[in-house]
């Protein structure tokens, strides 16, 4: 204090970081939680860590049952929850935003996790199963490595399985992705989507290296999904950082009041950059990139293919339907309810990257002999079959969207289910020249593998048929016509490598050291009926789901 201040006699001057009296403090708002409607994402997440807590204290003999009935009986009681919350008319009068505006529950949303539930469901049967191979030292083996920590080749890995041990782990690792899944496409802000995001990816990454025979092509696709998906998800969460520059807030409601132009208020910390154009394309097209990787849409496909056939074949299906069901659930979410404002501005983009993912993956396909890049390439071209009803941009599109991932995630976790039966000495016979012959080997197996091919080419009667026609219409009735003619062209092209397995499998003779076809037990078995059913029902009388899509179609904002 200056000599002067004390000659005058003035009060010493307090500073600002002081407090003179005890001021009472603002109360901090508890957050408003509404657990009923949240249950079927904290069902599986409260599994999930029981699920932790198994493998470290129940004895290792008895982890596998333990595991086994915990996933199933968490994925059936969260689909049960979400059948009550439809029924409770959650999925139309009552949808709402939930969590403090972190969560949207709305038809689209509880449409998508029930599909992404029995989806699950269906593949953890796969993941069950432990008859394919024959046993090793006496103990009966799955998928997945003995010690997932060990060295491949290594004495410890050796000892491992001459002990019996499984890596049961894959099970609460899989509860992990579901959550994830779960909220992804029913996430209401960015940073609620980024982290659904990782919550999935991880788990996923994990699960891809842990196979049990070509465990170091198994872990090479599990390093080339991390690298890749890091870099994907870097874009995405610099893509959030624009759009908040953008719209000073991350919920979708606030920035698509920013593009509309309709925002009351101005945070002054961010008057410089609110409604800048250049951070909003920019910001939207990085977003775009994260989603597309997901996807799996060309240019973002390149890691598909090689995680597809070095990753744990049941690991495989689980990601090819479930994976895919999430992400275009929430691309539906970004498009339709935070930029509808940007039509004119992301249907051209989005245009082109549904043709040349249609069109790269039909024609790349037809190159493949393996049997799971054949698969992987397939799903490729069908994520831009599935763009072209996004690009639609009207109701129509949602619903045929919606139909076409619930048709497509079972044919394919159903397809390959039937890739884990046929075997050589090796492991699983995925090269195409050993499933020649293979429809007079195991005329059944064959048959049902072929009914899937059929529905992936969308041959009338089938699921996939039913699910063509509705995108295509929807994208017609949207006014993109000229996409539906490269769609047909590109589904023809398709037809071409699918029925090539077909008459390998049915009219090329089996050779005399050809793979054999494993007897499963009731997992795998159930899980190809319930492929096969799904793909008839809906290709035989499907209104009745497209009408529960159609009922599905509105998102809340």
């Known amino acids: 204090m200056s000599a002067s201040a004390v000659a005058s006699g003035a009060a010493p001057a307090v500073h600002s970081l002081w407090t003179t009296a005890a001021e009472p403090l603002t109360k901090i708002p508890a957050p408003h939680i509404e657990y009923v409607q949240l249950s079927p994402v904290l069902i599986v997440v409260g599994a999930a860590v029981l ?49 403090m505006g972190a969560i949207a529950v709305d038809g689209p949303a509880l449409f998508l996790q029930g599909t992404i539930l029995l989806a699950s469901l269906v593949a953890v049967f796969t993941f069950a199963e432990r008859r394919l191979d024959p046993a090793d030292h006496g103990h009966r083996v799955d998928s997945f490595a003995a010690e997932a920590a060990a060295v491949p080749g290594s004495d410890q890995e050796k000892a491992a399985v001459k002990a019996g041990f499984t890596t049961t782990e894959v099970f609460p690792l899989a509860l992990f992705a579901i959550a994830g899944m779960l909220v992804f496409p029913a996430a209401n802000d960015l940073l609620t989507l980024f982290i659904a995001l990782e919550v999935f990816s991880l788990p996923l990454y994990l699960l891809c290296a842990v196979a049990r025979r070509k465990r170091l092509m198994s872990q090479e696709a599990a390093v080339k999904y991390f690298l890749l998906g890091a870099f994907s998800s870097a874009f995405l969460l610099f893509g959030i950082a624009l759009l908040y520059g953008y719209a000073g807030s991350v919920s979708y409601a606030t920035i698509a009041n920013v593009v509309d132009g309709s925002v009351a208020s101005v945070d002054p910390a961010l008057a410089q950059t609110m409604g800048n154009d250049v951070l909003l394309l920019i910001g939207f097209a990085l977003v775009l990139m994260g989603l597309l990787f997901k996807v799996g849409a060309v240019p973002f496909h390149m890691w598909t293919p090689d995680v597809y056939q070095g990753a744990p074949t049941p690991v495989t299906g689980f990601m090819a339907a479930a994976t895919k069901v999430a992400a275009f659930g929430a691309l539906l979410r970004l498009l339709y309810v935070v930029l509808p404002g940007l039509t004119w501005d992301w249907r051209p983009v989005m245009w082109g990257v549904a043709i040349v993912t249609m069109l790269g993956g039909a024609i790349v396909a037809i190159t493949q002999t393996d049997i799971k890049r054949l698969l992987a390439y397939s799903s490729i071209a069908h994520a831009g079959f599935l763009l072209a009803g996004v690009i639609a941009a009207t109701p129509t599109g949602i619903s045929s969207v919606l139909f076409y991932l619930g048709a497509y995630s079972f044919v394919t976790i159903g397809a390959f289910a039937v890739v884990t039966l046929v075997r050589d000495a090796g492991g699983e016979a995925t090269h195409l020249s050993k499933w020649a012959g293979l429809g007079r080997r195991s005329p059944l197996v064959a048959a049902v593998f072929a009914v899937f091919l059929l ?90 789901f497209l009408d529960l899509a159609g009922q599905a179609s509105v998102f809340v904002r």
């Open 51 to 99: 699920s932790v807590l198994a493998e470290a204290f129940v004895p290792r003999k008895g982890r596998y049952y333990a595991q086994v009935f915990l996933t199933v009986l968490a994925l059936v009681t969260a689909f049960a929850a979400i059948v009550g919350l439809a029924a409770g008319g959650y999925g139309s009068t009552k949808a709402h935003i939930a969590a």
């Open 455 to 544: 529905a992936f080419a969308g041959i009338p009667l089938t699921s996939g048929f039913s699910g063509k026609f509705a995108v295509f219409k929807a994208a017609a009735e949207g006014g993109a016509g000229a996409l539906v003619v490269v769609g047909v062209i590109s589904s023809a092209i398709a037809a071409f490598f699918y029925i090539r397995v077909i008459v390998l499998m049915f009219f090329s003779e089996p050779k005399a050291d050809g793979p054999t076809v494993a007897v499963p037990s009731v997992f795998t078995a159930a899980a190809i009926t319930v492929g096969v059913a799904v793909t008839v029902v809906l290709g035989v009388a499907p209104q009745y």
